[in-house]
């Protein structure tokens, strides 16, 4: 069995999901969202599986598909249901005893840490209930710093196993500062584009296995 491992980000539309899909490109990984909250364009899912060129990634289905776009817990509310994370943890123990031995899993999470999923678990109770490898998505964007570096404080005060950060946008050049101040790595930094396609997200993969940061990562897998 491989390891899990868990992307979540600094905040919503930060690039989760592209970020996941470079990643499960990389490693020809399986992939999991286990809470959708909204599906009216799509799911994270469904655009996984459309930018994907590998033949080795399984797409699993969501424990948790609700209606409405927004905070999960308020989403699950609409629906008169309760987002319980051992129902979580049960499919994530189905998922990865039942893939390759040689196939690793990215579990895709909702917005950032601190977003609830019910009255009283957020998702960083959920990262630490399935005891999983994470991944810090981020977005170059006036105010970042602060928000990965919250970011990371959180995590290094909840004793979260963190691989490294990946990189969104190119509005300013502080990633270098966000790594050094953070602790954390850089994994990938991935260009602004307006056409994320498979041939996009092929290439950004290509690019991590290039890389330093590439061997580093599968060390600590």
Same mark, same amino acid.
């Given at each position: 069995?491989?390891?899990?491992?868990?992307?979540?980000?600094?905040?919503?539309?930060?690039?989760?999901?592209i970020a996941a899909a470079v990643l499960t490109e990389t490693l020809e990984?399986?992939?999991?969202?286990?809470?959708?909250?909204?599906?009216?364009? !799509?799911?994270?899912?469904?655009?996984?599986?459309?930018? %994907?060129?590998?033949?080795?990634?399984?797409?699993? =289905?969501?424990?948790?598909?609700?209606?409405?776009?927004?905070?999960?817990?308020?989403?699950?509310?609409?629906?008169?249901?309760?987002?319980?994370? *051992?129902?979580?943890?049960?499919?994530?123990?189905? %998922?990865?005893?039942?893939?390759? =031995?040689?196939?690793?899993?990215?579990?895709?999470?909702? !917005? !950032?840490?601190?977003? =609830?999923?019910?009255?009283?678990?957020?998702?960083?109770?959920?990262?630490?209930?399935?005891? &999983?490898?994470?991944?810090?998505?981020?977005?170059?964007?006036? !105010?970042?710093?602060?928000?990965?570096?919250?970011?990371?404080?959180?995590?290094?005060?909840?004793? %979260?196993? &963190?691989?490294?950060?990946?990189?969104? *946008?190119?509005?300013?050049?502080?990633?270098?500062?966000?790594?050094?101040?953070?602790?954390?790595?850089?994994?990938?930094?991935? =260009?602004?584009?307006?056409? &994320? *396609?498979?041939?996009?997200?092929?290439?950004?993969?290509?690019?991590?296995?290039?890389?330093?940061?590439?061997?580093?990562?599968?060390?600590?897998?």
């Amino acid at each position: 069995m491989k390891d899990s491992i868990f992307i979540t980000g600094t905040g919503t539309d930060v690039g989760k999901t592209i970020a996941a899909a470079v990643l499960t490109e990389t490693l020809e990984a399986d992939y999991w969202k286990p809470v959708q909250a909204g599906f009216e364009a !799509g799911t994270d899912a469904t655009f996984i599986q459309s930018v %994907i060129s590998n033949q080795q990634t399984v797409i699993h =289905p969501e424990t948790y598909k609700l209606k409405l776009a927004a905070s999960p817990h308020i989403a699950a509310r609409e629906e008169r249901i309760k987002i319980e994370l *051992d129902k979580i943890y049960n499919d994530h123990i189905k %998922i990865v005893y039942a893939q390759s =031995p040689s196939q690793n899993l990215i579990i895709e999470g909702a !917005g !950032g840490l601190m977003v =609830p999923l019910n009255e009283s678990k957020f998702v960083i109770d959920l990262i630490k209930k399935l005891n &999983v490898k994470v991944v810090l998505v981020s977005r170059n964007y006036l !105010g970042s710093i602060n928000h990965s570096l919250l970011t990371a404080t959180v995590c290094r005060q909840n004793n %979260i196993d &963190v691989l490294g950060w990946i990189f969104n *946008d190119h509005y300013m050049h502080y990633e270098d500062e966000i790594v050094r101040w953070s602790g954390y790595p850089k994994i990938a930094s991935l =260009p602004l584009s307006q056409n &994320v *396609d498979a041939g996009f997200i092929k290439e950004q993969a290509l690019a991590i296995k290039n890389s330093l940061a590439f061997n580093t990562l599968v060390n600590q897998l």
